[in-house]
């Protein structure tokens, strides 16, 4: 299922959190991770880019919008329930 960031207003809290980014790319030591804010019409989801084989899944076009964001860690743990089993 993989790592999802779990706010009321999701496209509120990228814009607010993270740094919009055209052509992403994972950095494995950086101090941020891409956030991938998806528009699946009656819903916006966050999905979490912890690997570069996550990104490559979430570039993917798929018939969604897809935005992408720099966010940091720090603020990505107390949004994503699951961070601790997927960020090493």
């Known amino acids: ?3 999802y960031v779990e706010v009321n207003d999701k496209a509120n809290w990228c814009t607010e959190n993270g740094e919009m980014v055209k052509n992403p790319t994972f950095e494995k030591d950086a ?3 891409i956030c991938c804010l998806i528009d699946n019409v009656i819903f916006y989801a966050i999905g979490v880019a912890y690997s570069e084989d996550e990104l490559a899944v979430f570039r993917e076009p798929d018939g969604r919008r897809k935005d992408f964001f720099k966010v940091k860690k720090s603020l990505l743990k107390e949004v994503a329930p699951e961070y601790e089993t997927y960020v090493k």
Do not use: F
């Open 1 to 3: 299922m993989g790592l």
């Open 31 to 33: 101090d941020t991770l």
